[in-house]
C-alpha cells in the first residue's frame, strides 16, 4: 500500500512526513481551501522532499496559463486534477507543462454505482491518466470533507490503479488493506488543525496502513532486556 499525505503548509510537517518515508506528499493550490498554500510557500515545501518521494501539485479548475506558471515555478512531479476538468481537458493541460497526472472522482452514493464508476475510470485512462483518486462527493466543496464514501463502490479490475480518498485516520486505516485499491490518500486524519498536521497521527496511519514494514522494524529493533 502506497501512502500519500496531503495538504501540507508547515516545512516542519514536510520533514516529518519525510522521516515516516511516505510516498508522495500534496500541496494544494486551489485559494478557497484553509489548506492553500502559495508559490512562494510551495517553493520552500517542495525543496524540503527528497528524491524518489513524490510532490503531487492538487488543482482545482485551473486555466493553463495558471498551471504554467505553477510548474514554471515549482517542483513537482504529478498534477492532481480535482476539479471539474473533463479527460480532454486535464489531457491538454498535463502535456502543456509535460506532467504525469490523476483525476479524483467525487463518489456520489446517490447516483453512482460500481459500473458507473468504471466508466468514468475508463474515459481518464483512454486520456492518459497515471491513476484515479476516489473522494466523497460534496454538493459545494471539491475535497477535504473529511467524509467517507461507501467503499462497496469501488470497481475490481480497474482500468487505472485507484487511490483512496476521504475519511481516513489511523483507526480504519487497517481496513483499507481488503480493498481493490494502489493508494491511500489523507489529509484530515492527520491533522491537529487544517494545514497543520500531527506527528503522532502521521505515525499511527502509517502503522495502520503498512502494517508489514512496522511490524518488521519493531521486530529489527534491539532488545534493552539482558541476558
Known amino acids: 500500500m502506497h501512502v500519500k499525505f496531503c495538504g501540507f503548509t508547515q516545512l516542519d510537517d514536510i520533514k516529518a512526513a519525510v522521516q515516516l518515508n511516505v510516498d508522495a506528499v500534496g500541496l494544494v493550490f486551489y485559494p478557497p481551501s484553509p489548506r492553500a498554500v502559495t508559490i512562494e510557500q510551495a517553493q520552500t515545501l517542495s525543496a524540503a ?43 491538454q493541460l498535463a502535456s502543456t507543462v509535460n506532467k504525469r497526472w490523476m483525476k479524483a472522482l467525487r463518489i456520489n452514493a446517490e447516483q453512482d454505482t460500481r459500473d458507473s464508476v468504471s466508466g468514468q475510470i475508463d474515459s481518464f485512462a483512454a486520456a492518459g491518466a497515471s491513476s484515479i483518486l476516489l473522494d466523497a462527493y460534496h454538493q459545494h466543496k471539491y475535497g477535504g470533507t473529511g467524509a467517507r464514501f461507501d467503499w462497496s463502490l469501488i470497481p475490481h479490475n480497474s482500468s487505472l490503479p485507484i487511490i483512496l480518498a476521504g475519511g481516513l485516520d489511523a483507526d480504519n486505516g487497517a481496513a483499507t488493506s481488503d480493498l481493490p485499491i494502489y493508494a491511500v490518500d489523507v489529509s484530515g486524519g492527520i491533522e491537529i488543525d487544517k494545514g497543520k498536521k500531527d506527528p503522532a497521527k502521521m505515525r499511527a496511519f502509517m502503522k495502520a496502513v503498512k502494517r508489514d514494514r512496522w511490524q518488521n522494524e519493531t521486530l529489527s529493533e534491539p532488545s534493552n532486556i539482558s541476558s
Open 49 to 91: 522532499v527528497p528524491a524518489f518521494i513524490n510532490v503531487v501539485a492538487l488543482v482545482v479548475n485551473m486555466t493553463e496559463d495558471q498551471l504554467i506558471t505553477l510548474a514554471n515555478n515549482v517542483a513537482f512531479d504529478v498534477i492532481q486534477f480535482h476539479g471539474d476538468e473533463s479527460p480532454e481537458q486535464c489531457r
